[in-house]
């Protein structure tokens, strides 16, 4: 195999960013580019533009074999890949924008030596076809073509890259699928090739399915509130059957970031345009929006009433472990709570929410107590490690009512009750009757 070879990574986000170093890791010659100046300036000075653990020392140990620029030509000029690695972005009706692919299918050129473009992008299925037929049209017909979804998490990006589940490869002709397939040589996991329609649906279905997962069990825990069951123990045992898995049952507040919200609207869309109305998925959707909103509603309840009262919401970010506050459902309770008369105060060790509504309206304190201060209640909205450890008998005792509703089932009640607060969860019942 003709290892190493020179790729160029279009996009510097999470995805492209990732495979780059992952790439450069493997002993390829990557060049990542960018439109953004300023992500490739603090590139250059050795800064990653985002929270990713282990990203930035990747970057740092393969710096003679990965560059970066603002010049889509330079980066061209050596690349016998192009992996293309741009946000799609959803629209209004929920298909995904790919504006930003197209911009970097135009500025391939003929003159390159290139081999094979790599759609890396989550794209609705049929996308790759389009691709093909504008790389025919630009006289780019010797170049093969693959898809080859992504399917890491934030937080653990590297780690997912470098041992992945599978390694998916889509590609009209045989030759392209083996060519890309060897990029991934000394990665140790099964690579499954199929055509390019597939493996654009692999990617979809994937999300959809952990995003049904999350939210099936989201409902599960709203029927054990409702009938005096306990979520975490039934969600342990069922996930023990190997059929179904332990993974993704952990009941919440719905899930937010990057990937699922934006994936199952793109799915759906993807559906209804070619005929299909998804209606599970629908329902998925659906029922993942009204979660926060459920919780304001409980937490309401049990309030009396949210006009004049603080709640301190504690993590911000869509998961912990991340400085991401894509799609976080924190932004729908504090934005519920704002409409209902309440007054926000707000605690995260990482996120740093943007001068924008609801968070110009939330007061944002440097500790978890800090922000507990004075409050009638606290939300545990991200299952961040430190409120694990928070001193909770002290937080009780500064608040002005001791009533802790924790959304991510993060706490021990029992010890919670001990230290003086009135407990509510996600999945079990606030006041036990038995
Ligand atoms: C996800 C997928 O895991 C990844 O494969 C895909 O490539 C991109 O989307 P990510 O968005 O980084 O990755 O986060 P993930 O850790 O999967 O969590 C997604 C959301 O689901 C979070 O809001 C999380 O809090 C929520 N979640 C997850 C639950 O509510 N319960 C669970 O049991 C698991």
Known sequence: IDIPRNIAVFGAGYIGLVTGACFAQLGHRVVVRDIQPERIRMLHSGEVPFFEPGLGDLIAQNKERLSFTLDAREALRDAEAVYVCVDTPPTASGDADLSRIWSVVDALEATSPLVAVVVKSTVPVGTGARVRAALDEAGLGHVGYASNPEFTAEGRAVEDFLHPDRVVIGASDEATAHWVRDLYDGIGAPVEIMDVASAEMVKLASNALLATKITF?????????????????????????????????????????????????????MASNSGYPFQLLNAVIEVNELQPRRAVQRLKEELGGLRGRRVALLGLTFKPGTDDMREAPSAVIASRLLAEGAEVTGWDPMGRPGPVEPWTSVTRHASPLEAVTGADAAIVVTEWPELRAADWPTAARRMRRPLLFDGRNLLDPATLSQAGFTYMSVGRATRPTA
Do not use: W
């Not at 709203?222 to 123990?233: H, P």
């Open 217 to 269: 069990i989201n409902e599960i825990a709203a029927v054990c509130e409702a009938t005096g069951a306990d979520i975490r123990r039934v969600s342990r045992a069922v996930g023990m059957d190997h059929r179904l898995g332990p993974h993704f049952l952990h009941a919440g507040l719905g899930y937010g970031g990057s990937c699922f919200p934006k994936d199952t609207r793109a799915l759906r869309a």
